[in-house]
């Protein structure tokens, strides 16, 4: 017996037989090929739906850099320096001469505006993470909506056939007796 | 006063295989002179005269009546039973594995999951376990139960001689082949497998055919989703999925087939397979689960499931009338063997060890 297909009574060697040659014959013709096989068999059914419009990696990117964004800052940001006992001299002379230097032009407002932008950046940061979840579920949503609707298209389809169906049988019903009839 | 032996069901439905049983069950015990009533926690409002509130139950729990528990996961029956005094017998209709509904429906899998724990936490408290079919039977043994047997779904063959919708029959009988399975909608009846089979036959056999999906899909709108994206993927043409069918519907659904067409991988019994038989229809099954019990050695049995094997399997029983007529050859004898079925006899026996039996003591059953 064969270990492909079983059944009592019935002779599935032979069976399988002809099948196995149907199926080399139609690949002999080219009719069909095993990629054919291969690509309907492979072909995936995805249990979970992708939110693929959105891109969802923006926001692990923009979170993965944080010093880019998460900065702080104080007036005491501008004088300062990066170069150990030398920049502690040079914040010294910068501060003493912070009085000249406002003669020139007055760095309290950019000063107090990076700061502001330093704490809009915080929020900012939480809302776009709000808005990609929000994005996120609202695509699901309307590809949950945009299935539903196709399935009440199917639904429809079905009707409008069965209606076809009914009005075809009412159709033959009418004409059924007038038929006798006419015969008699 | 008749002794009492009680049904409690999750859901009592119209036209469902394991509520047709129930009543069945409750005919041949009522006829034998017990006590019986249904309790459900969910009624049909057609069936709603033939089973009492699930919230009745303790009006007649006690410790000689004797419950036959149609076993069903996360329920509240199954919450009830577990607390009451009553004798209990845990029929059991199988719980599908959780790996299937992974995905598509998570909150399913958790609950199959759990109710396959649950199952084991029935297996100290019942006194009997009855399974469906062997393949159930087994896995009653695995979950511990120390006493089990078999207890066949046997279906009431009169009611398919019922009148068949013409509707559904003018619909689907237009001279193209019909392809059909009936069943739920769900993973683990490899719905897709069906699809990808039928766009082999239709390609390269018989571009005049049918797929008819006779099944419920509420409730697993994902799944359903993902294999009509499938259906537009391959490009296959006039696969119906009818959703939810009268009882009408469904005999005029078998009664335009020209083959059945089940590639399960996970069935406790599967009544349709034994409709299609009724019916006079070929079947062609995948071998998992209880479908070859079912059968009966009726059919053909597929073990390997290629697609191009299954499609020239279906190609071949179509189009070769000697050989379709072999496998209705076995279906019949199948069939005559489930109709000698006496069920009565069958119940009493396998309740025997129980309703033979008087009540254990409190200090024996602790």
Redesign the interface.
Known sequence: MS????????D?EA?MA??RE??AE?KRRG??TDE??RE??E?P?????DAHEFRSRLLTELLADRERWAYSFSPAHVYGSSRGGAGRLLEKVRRLLNPIQKLFWNPTPMISALSRQADLNQSYVHLIHNLAEELTRVNLDVQDLR??V??LQ??LE?HA??EK??E??LTEAQAGPKGERGRA | MRRPVHQLLAALSYGDAISNEALAIQAHLRRAGYDSDIFAEGVHPRMAHLARPLWQYPDVSSRETVCLFHFSIGSAAGRLIHHAPDRLVAIYHNITPAHFFLGFHPHLAGLCYHGRRELEAFATRTELGLGDSEFNRRELEAAGFARTGVLPIVLDLDSYGGPVSPVVRRLYDDGRRNVVFVGRIIPNKRIDDLIRSFALYQRHAEPHSRLLLVGDYRGHERYFDRLRELVATLGVQEVVFTGHVDHDELLACYSVADLFLCLSEHEGFCVPLLEAMVFGVPVVAYDAGAVRETLRGGGLLIQDKRLDVVAELMSQVLADPALRERILETQRRALAELRATDFGALLADRLAPVLGTPAPSSEARA
């Open positions: 270990k492909d297909v079983s059944a009592d009574g019935v599935v069976v002809q099948i149907r199926i139609k009719l069909l054919e096989v309907i068999a072909r059914l995805h249990p979970v739906l299935n539903r196709l399935q199917g639904r079905l056939r069965r169906a009914l075809a049988l």
